[in-house]
């Protein structure tokens, strides 16, 4: 809402006009100010003139000679082009020596061999709006030699207010004031409005075929009006309010709409077929051409006033062109009505068409507001345009709303807001908001205008008096209130982060949309699918059921921005069609944590780069967060789709699936357009950080460790996980064993194993017997599963 | 070796004079090396292998000083202690100059080597990988830390929720223009009365949290919320808020505003002052946004580009819970009251980090992750 400075001084006597201060007022009002712009004069030397004659130039046909008197001794003679104007017109005349908005300065020249002594200025050389078809004619009879700017609301600030969707009161000047009378406790002038009519009734009749659409209908007739351009200082507020001046009719219904913030609309009541106009929804298949030129098809959700032809009017948020007022029209039908907000709403989302009147209406004008909005209309129509005001006004109300009264306790805003609010002030500054109060001992009686839709309860009667009161003036306390913390889950979730972040990874976070080829990469539940009724892209329309579709799409796009490699992370939710096991009435949505690895990473340098990340990367990645979160994780060989099929572990806890580590399939990595293996991981987020490990130490031994090597040959297929952890079950004394050669010989494609173990007793020095017994012992294990120790 | 001998230093005059006259002519046949030449000759020695050979030479069994030690038992018992004693003086003397001789020797290899085996420290010839927490986890971790030291827990949510609990339990009108399609992301998914959707706001979790838990409630939520928004600088369809309630027997508009500043000189600076502007949430009532005064200038720059010149950063939107709200997850209102409060995540980052769009957040660039290696 653009509210300018001088028109609101029309209806308070603010104690101040700094804009700061002003601005600050808003804020604390809760009308935030978007921006604050000033109006000045933006030229110099423009006054007041009279044409005296006008005439046509000897050399050129569509420019004019006119002389101009500006109260110097002789007129002025001036060339112009517009021929807007006649001898006796009053016009701004800039002379010699003017400077105009822009820095043009203006000089005696000769134009077509006529010396012009100045310029008659249009709207848009003097910056006060778009209008560059004629010059300015003045109505009235302004003093001729005065400085033009003298007619005009020069300096002049304007307030850009955010207002909120609760108050659809502070979209209009008398609202806006109303709420800076409160403030400043000062009085509020309404419009006075005299309205003399000539006898008669409105020749067009008004029906409510949809009361649930329309709650009051209100209009007038006014005849023999004269249409034309509405005088300066309207056009000049409406401009500063960001409306374009249009016609004095149509100007008319604007200005009433800032005014008193209900919109209007005229008719030209000559047009309206069978002199009827009726309320009433659309039928399927009608259509409407809208002011804006526009052909809407209607539905039967979207309320229309028809005349004898169809609709007329998109209801509440446009006219339509076929009952427009022109230039020619004489009698007008002042319509002021009242509609249901919601059926605004849509409407006007349905048809993309917002206008300064939907706008009002979907937040709820004032219901009561109509007849005074259609008068006030008609008065000032017949200022600016002349004409008669029928008397009879045409008043319909389906609905009728009534004050709302609420009863407050003073112990409702003591709770909330403290107890230096007793009755008394809390009357006081309702009061101020010319809210009805009559307080008795600790409780108020309060009735609501019908203008203040947002007050209905104590509640909101409570926000009235901390409002008013200024939130600056509130202490500041804190509430005493119970220990606080994370939860155990929780802090294993900041564990498992930060042992990413510690291997080397950067956390990422993407949008859960996909594409139905990077769903069905690594899809394994098909029709489980979660989609968007309404996408921001058909192409993105369906909810993740893996972190790894984005972090592919982050590796590729960081590896074309030319990252030689990319180490990624991510934690978040991928969705299910099928009932969430917390709320079964939202679809499954478990929180997963996702690693994509690729090219050379670790530690290194240029010289001796460290290992292409690969399938060994993200099993490593897996063992560095099962040892971090305490957790015995198993792996398995396994085929998950979007996986390499034989570089690719299952991994459970305790049997329980936890997910996959590997590299993804050499197809993905084609459909995400990457050329080097990416090291990938996507576990379940819960059973990580359910519970993590028990630690409790172990006592070190302080006697010498017995170290040696052996080597098997094993048996296709046998997993060299499972040799390690039979042979690790075998020994009481064995600290460690470890995998440190694995070959498959490339002629018997026989496969060797090598193990190196360690021996360590808690207690003793381990003699060369019991070593001999161990070392037979691990042996035995590893042939339990095939593995045949080969000779030295 | 033994050596029997009285010392020469003995009383016994009239032998020893005898003796010493002896002896002198014994040492004089001696063939022993020339300490000052020996040492000319050290001085020359440039390396060990050299050394190594010269102690060979002279100490070595072949050597003059071994010749005259092996010759030593065919001398008289009386001279033989003397002789002894003058070749072994020599011998020490000789080593030891070896041993001066190879420290300085190893000195002077080292520094050679030192100076071989310089680096140039300057360059990065290898490094670590070195991760970091994504910016908008960072300050969520942060700013869930500061609540959490004023006795608050964290909640979590759905994120595909019911509309039950994203609007109608949060007191929003069945006509409010939130629930269109134009501003929310709505699922094929469940009974269409049950309105599924991409939570538009971190606030249903309230509503969820305090049905599942009686008051006292002091919670924090941190979480990914959609609105259907075009990318552009300032908008994305998924963002991060931070939720936050507090429900308690006397819960008052100035516990908020005090619990809102302590936060705020928790999050950007001990001089940071707030102010509460009211404004309109279906959800709260007296409702308020809260500004902070720009750390950047607090207010002394015009052309201050974090706050734009207004000296205030807007922070956050709060208010009292409505007690329709209350009376929707079963809480009395006449029991309680209660405040909350919803931060943007990118919001408050933004200003903070110099943060010019909003797509960086979801854009994973490492040239931006790297910036921020938390």
């Known amino acids: ?792 | 070796m033994e050596d029997n001998r009285p010392d020469s230093t003995t009383p016994d005059v009239d032998e020893s004079v005898d003796l010493d006259a002896k002896l002198d002519e014994m040492l004089l046949d001696l063939r022993l090396p020339d300490p000052e030449a020996l040492q000319r000759e050290l001085d020359r020695i440039e390396t060990s292998e050299d050394l190594a050979a010269f102690e060979r030479d002279h100490l070595g069994r072949k050597s003059v000083i071994a010749r005259e030690l092996s010759n030593l038992g065919k001398l008289p018992d009386d001279q033989r202690r003397e002789v002894g004693r003058r070749i072994h003086e020599v011998r020490l003397d000789l080593q030891q100059r070896i041993a001066h001789r190879h420290a300085s020797l190893a000195t002077q290899e080292q520094a050679g080597r030192i100076a071989a085996e310089s680096l140039d420290v300057t360059v990065d010839y290898r490094t670590f990988p070195v991760g970091g927490l994504h910016l908008i986890q960072q300050v969520i971790d942060e700013v869930s830390d500061i609540f959490i030291g004023l006795g608050y827990k964290v909640a979590d949510g759905p994120e595909a929720e019911l509309g039950w609990y994203n609007f109608d339990a949060l007191n929003t009108p069945p006509d409010h223009p939130g629930r269109l399609e134009s501003d929310t992301m709505y699922l094929d998914y469940g009974k269409p009365e049950d309105e599924l959707l991409l939570r538009a706001h971190t606030s249903p979790v309230q509503a969820r949290y305090m049905e599942q838990h009686d008051p006292p409630v002091y919670i924090v939520v941190p979480g990914k919320c959609y609105r259907n928004d075009t990318v552009d600088a300032s908008h994305l369809p998924v963002f991060y808020q931070i939720e936050g309630l507090a429900v308690d027997t006397d819960i008052q508009f100035s516990d908020l505003k005090g619990t809102l500043a302590e936060f705020a000189r928790q999050f950007f600076g001990p001089s940071t002052r707030v102010r509460l502007r009211p404004h309109y949430f279906p959800f709260t009532e007296p409702s308020a946004e809260m500004d902070a005064s720009c750390p950047s200038c607090d207010g002394g720059s015009a052309s201050c580009r974090v706050c734009g010149g207004s000296g205030w950063l807007e922070i956050l939107g709060c208010g009292m819970v409505d007690p329709n709200v209350f009376e929707a997850v079963g809480y009395d209102p006449n029991e309680v009251t209660g405040f909350a409060f919803g931060m943007g995540v990118e919001r408050v980052a933004m200003p903070r980090y110099g943060i010019d769009s909003i797509r960086h957040f979801v854009d994973n660039d490492l040239r931006f992750l790297e910036q921020f290696p938390g």
């Open chain 1, 1 to 792: 809402m653009r509210v300018s400075l001088t028109w609101l001084r029309e209806f308070i006597d603010l104690p101040t006009g700094d804009p700061i201060q002003l601005g600050r007022v808003f804020d604390y009002l809760g009308h935030a100010v978007e921006s604050i712009e000033v109006f000045d004069v933006a030229w110099s030397g423009v006054r007041i003139g009279e044409v005296v004659e006008v005439g046509a130039h000897p050399n050129a046909d569509k420019i004019r000679v006119a002389r101009v008197d500006v109260g110097d001794a002789s007129p002025h003679q001036i060339i112009c082009g517009a021929w807007n104007f006649e001898a006796g017109a009053r016009v701004p005349v800039a002379l010699p020596g003017a400077v105009l908005p822009g820095g043009f300065e203006i000089g005696k020249r000769a134009i077509r061999g006529v010396e012009s002594h100045g310029m008659i200025c249009s709207e848009r050389e003097l910056g006060l709006g778009e209008d560059h078809e004629g010059i300015i004619v003045l109505d009235g009879n302004p003093a001729i030699g005065d400085p033009f700017e003298s007619l005009l609301e020069l300096p002049d600030v304007v307030f850009d207010l955010e207002v909120t969707n609760n108050r659809p009161d502070v979209m209009s000047m008398i609202g806006v004031a109303r709420e800076l009378a409160a403030w400043y406790d000062i009085d509020l002038r309404m419009p006075v409005i005299s309205l003399p009519t000539v006898p008669g009734e409105p020749k067009v009749g008004v029906t409510i075929s949809a009361p649930d659409g329309c709650n009051r209908f209100t209009a007038r007739e006014v005849r023999g009006i004269t249409s034309g351009k509405s005088p300066l200082w309207m056009q000049q507020r409406l401009h500063k309010a960001g409306v374009r001046a249009i016609s004095n009719v149509v100007d008319v219904t604007n200005y009433v709409m800032l005014e008193l913030g209900h919109p209007l609309h005229a008719f030209d009541a000559d047009v309206i077929a069978g002199n009827s106009l009726d309320v009433r929804w659309a039928r399927e298949g009608e259509t409407l051409e809208t002011l804006d030129g526009a052909v809407r098809r209607l539905t039967p959700q979207d309320l229309v006033i028809v005349d004898g032809d169809g609709p007329t009017s998109l209801a509440a948020i446009m006219g339509g062109a076929r009952s427009e007022v022109a230039a020619t029209t004489r009698n007008v039908l002042m319509e002021a009505a009242h509609w249901d907000p919601p059926t605004v709403m849509y409407s006007s989302r349905r048809h993309d068409l917002q206008s300064e009147a939907s706008k009002r209406f979907e937040r709820g004008v004032d219901p009561n507001l109509a007849p005074m909005a259609n008068d006030r209309a008609c008065q000032l129509l017949t200022n600016l345009a002349g004409g008669d005001v029928v008397a009879t006004q045409i008043d319909i109300v389906a609905n009728p709303s009534a004050p709302v009264v609420i009863e407050l306790a003073t112990s409702d805003v003591q709770r909330l807001l403290g107890t230096r609010f007793s009755t008394d002030p809390i009357a006081e500054l309702l009061g101020r908001l010319q809210l009805e109060v009559v307080p008795n001992s600790e409780r108020l009686t309060v009735t609501v205008p019908t203008y203040r839709p947002d007050l209905t309860r104590p509640a909101d009667l409570v926000e009235e008096v901390a409002r008013l009161a200024d939130f600056d003036t509130f202490p500041e306390t804190l509430p005493t209130g119970p220990a606080g913390g994370l939860s155990a889950e929780q802090t294993h979730t900041r564990t498992l982060v930060t042992t990413l972040r510690g291997l080397g990874l950067h956390q990422a976070v993407n949008l859960p949309f996909v594409s139905p080829d990077e769903l069905a990469a690594f899809a394994e539940e098909v029709g489980d699918v979660v989609s968007v009724r309404n996408p921001l892209r058909d192409d993105q329309a369906k909810l993740r059921q893996s972190l790894l579709p984005g972090l592919l799409r982050n590796v590729r796009d960081n590896l074309n921005r030319g990252a030689g490699a990319v180490a990624l992370f991510e934690i978040g939710r991928v969705f299910f069609a099928r009932p969430w096991p917390e709320d079964d009435r939202v679809p499954d949505q478990p929180n997963r944590v996702a690693v994509a690895i690729t090219g050379p990473f670790g530690f290194g340098g240029p010289a001796d780069p460290p290992p292409t990340a690969d399938a060994t990367t993200a099993l490593a990645a897996v063992a560095a967060i099962a040892t971090r979160m305490g957790l015995d994780v198993a792996r398995a060989a396994a085929q998950p789709p979007g996986y390499h099929p034989t570089r690719t572990a299952a991994l459970t806890i305790n049997g329980r699936p936890l997910g996959y580590a590997g590299e993804t399939h050499p197809g993905i990595s084609r459909l995400f357009e990457i050329d080097s293996r990416v090291a990938i991981v996507e576990l379940e987020l819960a059973p990580l950080v359910a519970a993590r490990g028990t630690f409790e130490m172990t006592p070190i031994s302080n006697y010498p460790h017995v170290d040696f090597d052996l080597s098997f040959e094993v048996p296709p297929g046998l997993p060299g996980g499972d040799l390690v952890s039979a042979t690790a079950r075998a020994s009481d004394l064995l600290e460690a064993v470890t995998i440190f050669d694995d070959f498959v010989h490339p002629e018997t494609a026989r496969r060797s194993i090598a193990l190196h173990f360690r021996l360590r007793a808690s207690d003793r020095t381990l003699s060369r017997q019991e070593i001999e017994r161990e070392r037979d012992a691990l042996v035995t294990a590893a042939a339990a599963l095939g593995a045949q120790l080969r000779s030295a």
